[in-house]
């Protein structure tokens, strides 16, 4: 079956760096679009990045430009969101996601915190 498992997650100062991973499973990696979303406390998810299966194409929201940087390693069923210059409104539980065979897919989800 597939699974989603999300790492990487923690405290952080503003303007301080994380790096997410999410580990894939149960489907051919390789050939499915991966992405990232978010959920602060009380918001609704939202959307954070794609990335193709090829990783030729990437696409941000634009909260987000220019600060973060999705991923992938086909080798390591892992998709990755680089995080840079942390902002406290970046806090919220970090989510990986797949649309695999019509059904949607999710993490657990990782919590991120940018606070002083």
């Not at 030729?56 to 080798?75: H, M, P, W």
Request: charged share 15%.
């Amino acid at each position: 079956q597939v699974q989603l498992v999300e790492s990487g997650g923690g405290l952080v100062q503003p303007g301080g760096s994380l790096r997410l991973s999410c580990l894939a499973s149960g489907f051919t990696f390789s050939r499915y679009a991966m992405s990232w979303y978010r959920q602060a406390p009380r918001m609704e998810r939202e959307f954070v990045a794609r990335v193709s299966s090829d990783g030729g194409s990437i696409l941000y929201t634009d909260s987000v430009k220019g600060r973060f940087t999705i991923s992938r390693d086909n080798a390591k069923n892992t998709v990755y969101l680089q995080m840079n210059s942390l902002k406290p409104e970046d806090t919220a539980v970090y989510f990986c996601f797949v649309l695999y065979s019509g059904d949607l897919y999710w993490g657990q989800g990782t919590q991120v915190t940018v606070s002083s």
